[in-house]
């Protein structure tokens, strides 16, 4: 498995299975098992993804020593504050049953993250987490956070796929050494992306699928990818990426299929900010 490090020393898989939306507990648990049986060391899950517990069986039951999974929560915007964000990851390490986390990020750029991120600081000097990080920070307020805190992030997670390429956020987080964690790697399948003709035509050349050449091309970018799937053959086609590399000539070519924007959820509509601050956290 190959692996990237982050600002603070500790490795980190550069791909992993995300389960978002995967909320059926049996269904999660197998999903998971079946991910760290095909190869997967790193494991994405949220407290609003409602699968922590799933999550946390699996791990408990795959023969796999916790120390070699890298197991990554999230916490909502309702327990930002210092004394409710320690309390919310409590909460996490309980639901699953584990002792520590390796990477806790605040899962919005949106309420009071500063004292969110205060007592992320503090978890991580305590030792109670290996990383601490973001979520769907923009460069600017990415940029604003690591100026004006005592310890960066290690990570930011965002919308990164071959239709919204995130160069500039790229930019900004290689500027402030912050390791670019891409969730909904395929676009969630928006613009028939599975079907596109420059990355069916590269597919075709390396006796690869297009999702694998997608998923590739963040890969060589430094991103690390988090694709979801519940089909194990899939699981074991996404880990399959470490055998071929795209020319720089296919990654101008994909290059060219950025639109610029978002292809799943506009973090600058007034109204998506709106609607996510009325969400509440579990409790």
Same mark, same amino acid.
């Given at each position: 498995?190959?692996?990237?490090?982050?600002?603070?020393?500790?490795?980190?898989? @550069?791909?992993?299975?995300?389960?978002?939306?995967?909320?059926?507990?049996?269904?999660?648990?197998?999903?998971?098992?079946?991910?760290?049986?095909?190869?997967?060391?790193?494991?994405?899950?949220?407290?609003?993804?409602?699968?922590?517990?799933?999550?946390?069986?699996?791990?408990?039951?795959?023969?796999?020593?916790?120390?070699?999974?890298?197991?990554?929560?999230?916490?909502?915007?309702?327990?930002?504050?210092?004394?409710?964000?320690?309390?919310?990851?409590?909460?996490?390490?309980?639901?699953?049953?584990?002792?520590?986390?390796?990477?806790?990020?605040?899962?919005?750029?949106?309420?009071?993250?500063?004292?969110?991120?205060?007592?992320?600081?503090?978890?991580?000097?305590?030792?109670?987490?290996?990383?601490?990080?973001?979520?769907?920070?923009?460069?600017?307020?990415?940029?604003?956070?690591?100026?004006?805190?005592?310890?960066?992030?290690?990570?930011?997670?965002?919308?990164?796929?071959?239709?919204? @390429?995130?160069?500039?956020?790229?930019?900004?987080?290689?500027?402030?050494?912050?390791?670019?964690?891409?969730?909904?790697?395929?676009?969630?399948?928006?613009?028939?992306?599975?079907?596109?003709?420059?990355?069916?035509?590269?597919?075709?050349?390396?006796?690869?699928?297009?999702?694998?050449?997608?998923?590739?091309?963040?890969?060589?970018?430094?991103?690390?990818?988090?694709?979801?799937?519940?089909?194990?053959?899939?699981?074991?086609?996404?880990?399959?990426?470490?055998?071929?590399?795209?020319?720089?000539?296919?990654?101008?070519?994909?290059?060219?299929?950025?639109?610029?924007?978002?292809?799943?959820?506009?973090?600058?509509?007034?109204?998506?900010?709106?609607?996510?601050?009325?969400?509440?956290?579990?409790?």
């Amino acid at each position: 498995m190959q692996k990237v490090i982050l600002n603070n020393g500790i490795e980190m898989p @550069q791909i992993g299975l995300g389960v978002y939306q995967v909320d059926d507990t049996e269904q999660c648990e197998r999903v998971v098992l079946n991910a760290l049986a095909s190869g997967y060391r790193l494991i994405d899950t949220a407290e609003n993804y409602m699968n922590e517990e799933a999550v946390g069986r699996a791990i408990r039951k795959s023969d796999i020593k916790r120390d070699d999974i890298f197991i990554t929560s999230k916490i909502w915007i309702n327990h930002f504050g210092e004394e409710k964000t320690k309390l919310a990851y409590e909460k996490s390490l309980k639901r699953m049953g584990l002792e520590y986390l390796d990477l806790v990020l605040l899962h919005q750029s949106l309420g009071d993250y500063y004292s969110a991120w205060r007592a992320l600081e503090e978890l991580y000097r305590e030792g109670k987490v290996r990383a601490i990080g973001v979520s769907n920070f923009y460069p600017e307020r990415l940029t604003d956070l690591c100026m004006n805190v005592q310890i960066k992030p290690m990570v930011n997670q965002i919308e990164c796929h071959p239709l919204f @390429q995130r160069e500039t956020d790229l930019e900004c987080a290689k500027h402030y050494n912050v390791q670019l964690e891409a969730w909904g790697p395929f676009a969630e399948a928006g613009r028939n992306i599975f079907s596109n003709d420059i990355l069916a035509k590269i597919a075709k050349t390396h006796n690869k699928t297009v999702a694998q050449v997608i998923l590739r091309w963040n890969i060589q970018r430094g991103v690390v990818v988090i694709p979801k799937t519940t089909h194990k053959q899939r699981m074991e086609e996404n880990i399959d990426i470490f055998d071929f590399s795209l020319s720089d000539e296919e990654m101008k070519k994909i290059a060219s299929l950025d639109t610029g924007h978002t292809e799943i959820i506009n973090h600058h509509d007034w109204k998506i900010a709106e609607f996510l601050n009325t969400v509440k956290g579990r409790e």
